[in-house]
């Protein structure tokens, strides 16, 4: 990966010149290759990573496994992206194994989890099976720690 890539995953907020000063560039020079990263699509959005158990926004999050039927000329790629295309799906991948497509959805409550699962997903023409994992409590999200431990305190010891 590129190193500019990479200085921007571990920190998407870095301004320029510190880009700049990291990679010997000026920041007119990082700026243009934002740009062009930008435009040719190696760079497709940026996101802001949190706790979910500290927004208390109470949202629920599963990890569905898809088993479908390949379409005949579109293969995997229109039915993924179908899927794709629901507000609930956060993310969407096509998988080696057991299953064809991991999707990753977000809801109010189980309640409506179930009801896309139920009244959407399954009902796509070639969606063969469903399973549904809940997520209960995040560790680590897109290689960041959520919850750090705190060191403990060490007892006086009397002689």
Do not use: W
């Amino acid at each position: 990966m590129e190193r500019l890539l990479e200085l921007l995953k571990s920190n998407g907020r870095a301004s320029n010149e510190d880009l700049a000063k990291a990679l010997n560039l000026t920041a007119a020079e990082v700026a243009a290759r934002i740009s062009a990263l930008e435009r040719d699509g190696t760079i497709v959005g940026y996101q802001t990573l949190f706790d979910p158990d500290k927004t208390g926004n109470g949202c629920v999050e599963a990890v569905i496994e898809v088993k479908i039927t390949p379409e005949r000329g579109g293969g995997f790629n229109r039915l993924a992206s179908r899927i794709s295309k629901f507000e609930e799906v956060q993310s969407c991948y096509l998988m080696s194994g057991g299953y064809d497509l991991l999707v990753i959805v977000q809801g109010k409550n189980l309640q409506s989890i179930a009801q896309f699962i139920a009244q959407r997903l399954s009902t796509i023409k070639g969606v063969i099976s469903t399973a549904t994992h809940f997520r209960l409590k995040a560790y680590k999200d897109n290689g960041v720690l959520l919850h750090r431990e705190s060191k403990p305190e060490r007892l006086a010891v009397s002689p």
